[in-house]
């Protein structure tokens, strides 16, 4: 883009992340795409604050106006002009440059028919040797379980690093069960999207192999389907919290030996008002459809959800530090996890609304289509509950693990 010091400016995205980077004894602002449509982050001033905050106003402003009011004449427009040039070129602004470059990527990942891996060397490592080994070293800090069948099982979506206890406990009751054949797999959309459910037919690909999606389960789901869903499967490519889970099924049953139907779901908070009935037309019919096809089929099928639980402190827009939130949001947490282990979705789809998700549940959806969809679920079981603490944004996140049994043990 050809912008002058005259030129109104762009907002910066909204889904652009900032985090303190420091080098020697300096410390600067790192910006980056979580979404990767930017082809490299930037490495700014911690005065480039003030840059930022103007961008994200309604009023669009010029760099010679920030230059005179935000920085009162002591940075050149020029040089702000240049820092302007350089987050255009790498699509940190809602501009023609992001949007042309985000139509190409979106349509490039519509045309295909896998979805790569999007976490690989970040998240986990990219050698599947490497994987394996580190999922091996993860289980030894849990005691094998004795064999009991799963219906269906909550994971969170964390990093990798942060999680290993949890983690662990779910690799050990999923390698307790027997393999399944089918897994119906629901999962944060983080990123938004088209309607309350993102479909996709894409298989999916890791270091561990390639599990098949499905395609005749999604099929059927939109030839029964009333209410319009959407086609735009763009999500798929970003969102970490199917991939995440994925890599701990591939490893425990091996990438082929199930197929997949991979759900994205994006939030319910139009339903809190309705916390006692939450479901609509498009909730139940999609319940109705997903269980109806799986009592039809001669398969093993495991239910899945990937949802964390709260998310608190500076990072995540509160006021006060995530250390002096815990005790009430653990409070509430097991609230809500005593919901989950009673598998009753009402109860804990309500403790959210009615607290209008204070503390921002992020498996809220998921977890609650968990719930409606399972059959023949006879017991559950908190594996484990644990806390990331994020002492740099003065933030946590909660997560846990829970286990629907068929049977009593």
Known sequence: MNYTIYSKLPKIRTDIALMKHVHGEDEYILMYDPLRYS??????????????????????????????????????????????????????????????????????????TIRDPFCLGTVYPEQRDSIISMLDEYKKSI?????????????PHVELAEGKQVYASVLRALEASEAPELVVLFATSHYGGEGRFIFTEKD???????????KAFVEHVF????????????????D????????????????????????????????????EHPNDDGIDEIIRIIKEYCATINRRVLFVSSGDLSHIGRKFGDADQAQSLKPDITIHDQALMKALCDNDANAFFARIANT???????????????????????????????????????????FCSIAYFEENS
């Open 356 to 398: 209008a998700d204070h503390s921002r549940v992020c498996g809220c959806s998921p977890n609650y289509m968990l719930l409606q969809s399972m059959n023949s679920v006879q017991q559950a079981e908190l594996l484990l509950y644990q806390w990331w603490d994020q002492p740099d944004t003065a933030s946590a996140v909660s």
């Open 143 to 155: 005691s094998v379980r004795t064999t009991s069948q799963l219906s269906g099982i909550i994971i």
């Open 240 to 275: 970490h919290s199917i991939e995440l889970v994925l890599l701990l099924l591939q490893y425990t049953y091996g990438s082929s030996s199930f197929s997949l139907l991979p759900i994205l779901v994006n939030g319910m908070h139009d339903r809190f008002s309705f916390a």
């Open 39 to 112: 082809r490299a982050p930037m490495i700014l001033a911690l005065h480039a604050i003030k840059l930022l905050d103007c961008l994200q106003r309604e009023v669009s402003v010029t760099c010679e106006e920030i230059a005179d009011i935000a920085y009162e004449g002591q940075v050149d427009a020029e040089a702000i002009l240049d820092v302007i040039a350089q987050m255009s070129d790498r699509c940190f602004l809602f501009d023609e440059v992001y949007h042309d470059t985000k139509s190409v990527m979106d349509q490039a990942f519509r045309e295909s």
């Open 204 to 214: 999916f690909v890791t270091p561990l192999g390639t599990t098949k999606t499905d």
């Open 223 to 238: 030839d029964k389907a009333m209410l319009p869903l959407t086609k735009d499967d763009s999500q798929h490519r970003y």
